[in-house]
């Protein structure tokens, strides 16, 4: 599958309760050769409304910190666990996330990113262990079929808990070191 035959396919997916419920699909945003893999749980209100992810509040939180290691929308990419939001912005349940999954993973083949960074605990108990305790294992990064995983704090986190942004700051502060040393072209994340 190409990029369009699996936006398509995963745009009339109906392998869970939650395409009953959903306004739109939210696939992904972001260039189709980046390098860094930014991964949430699943869409929100205003992400279910735009189709895209990470537009709200948490998504501007988002922007603001990828900003300060020179990302962006522009040259990382952007996706969920999930892609389309559970009620009342409840956590994805374990089969849905199941019934997701695979769109992701195709996303990450076509996508062959370096490194994928988990945007809080459920991605990164999805994507890195099952045990994973974002309190712990924040800011460590683990490797996984040549592919680098690394976990933060969700930015809606961040926007409820702000004694948890001085160890955010030092997480963006290695996701940058390590990226700039697995780039071809570190000219793509000049500050």
Known sequence: MDWEQLTQACMQCQKCELAQTRTNVVFGVGPKDAEVLFVGEGPGGQEDLLGEPFVGPAGQF??????IIGLSRKNCYIGNIVKCRPPQNRDPAPGEQEACIDWLRMQTKLLRPKIIVCLGRIAAQKLIKEDFKITKEHGTWFEKG????????HPSALLRDIGKRPDTF??????REV???VTDDPTRYEL
């Open 62 to 67: 988002l922007d603001e910190m990828l900003s």
């Open 179 to 181: 990226l700039l040393s």
């Open 146 to 153: 040549g592919i680098r995983f690394f976990a933060m704090y």
């Open 170 to 175: 030092r997480d963006l502060k290695k996701l």
